[in-house]
């Protein structure tokens, strides 16, 4: 197995324990190195010091756990290895140039300061556009749902489409445009987890006779738009990449307000023929 194959793999196991002693014992351990060795080579196949990508990777999980849960700082600070609040403070600061309690505060979300996790040998990013939307009215249902960062990790193609079904209910066909406008927030009953709001859409011309629903008002402003296309089982994972590498790699700081989900379906798609592939307009509202 060449260098290059050695560290891919060594990042997948990285990626899944940090919240585990990661000393450079137990790292070489694993990758059945000398340590002196192990970090000669991860420094020549990724240009980063070992130890230094786990402390910013570990600060960069805890920087989400701030944002997207009300878990008490000194319980992120413990999970991701750092052995008092004072001493995560003084590394967050460092890496966010703001205070963990300021960080999880702000209205905005800025993702300057946040390590993305190294790709090796992976697909291309999906490709940006700026885009500024006028105001657009919808009808709709909005439904909630609750879940730990673990399980937003896991598919939601699921939840997706038994709200569809759900909302279309007993329509002849499926609309060639639907929406799906979405956003997060701390839960008020556990502090390990979110609450997700969810609401699916479609234009009033689209909207059948019989298709009960609310107004919804979209409003305008400015979004960073990603396109996709395939399977609706790998779209979670898409929306993960973008947040998780596009995102900061572009410095973007995302505003207040819903993530957008366009889809675009086969005139031939119905309830009982649900499509195999589709293509998906995502975008997040930004300020730039």
Request: glycine share 6%.
């Amino acid at each position: 197995m060449d260098q290059a194959s050695i560290i891919r793999d060594l990042l997948d196991w990285l990626e899944g324990h940090l919240d585990q002693p990661l000393s450079l014992d137990n790292v070489a351990a694993k990758a059945g190195y000398s340590k002196w060795h192990l970090q000669r080579m991860f420094k020549e196949v990724t240009g980063n010091a070992i130890g230094a990508y786990i402390r910013a990777r570990r600060l960069s999980k805890a920087a989400v756990a701030l944002r997207l849960t009300s878990r008490p700082i000194l319980d992120i600070a413990l999970q991701y290895r750092f052995d008092s609040q004072q001493t995560f403070t003084r590394a967050f600061k460092k890496q966010f140039n703001q205070t963990p309690a300021y960080y999880r505060r702000s209205e905005e979300w800025c993702s300057i300061g946040i390590c993305s996790p190294i790709r090796m040998g992976q697909d291309p990013l999906p490709e940006a556009h700026f885009v500024s939307i006028p105001e657009k009215q919808l009808v709709g249902i909005t439904q909630s749902y609750s879940c730990s960062l673990e399980q937003l990790s896991a598919s939601r193609s699921d939840l997706r489409k038994h709200f569809w079904t759900q909302y279309l209910g007993n329509v002849a066909s499926v609309p060639p445009v639907l929406y799906g406008l979405h956003h997060s927030r701390q839960s008020l009953d556990k502090d390990d987890e979110q609450d997700i709001l969810y609401t699916t859409a479609i234009s009033p011309e689209h909207r059948p006779d019989n298709l009960e629903g609310e107004p919804i008002t979209l409003k305008s402003g400015e979004y960073v738009q990603f396109n996709y296309e395939g399977a609706p089982e790998e779209l979670q994972r898409f929306i993960l990449t973008v947040y998780g590498t596009c995102v900061p790699k572009l410095g973007l700081t995302r505003r207040k307000g819903y993530d957008i989900e366009i889809f675009h379906l086969d005139s031939e798609a119905s309830k009982e023929n649900p499509p195999t592939t589709f293509r998906c307009e995502y975008l997040i509202p930004i300020i730039r």
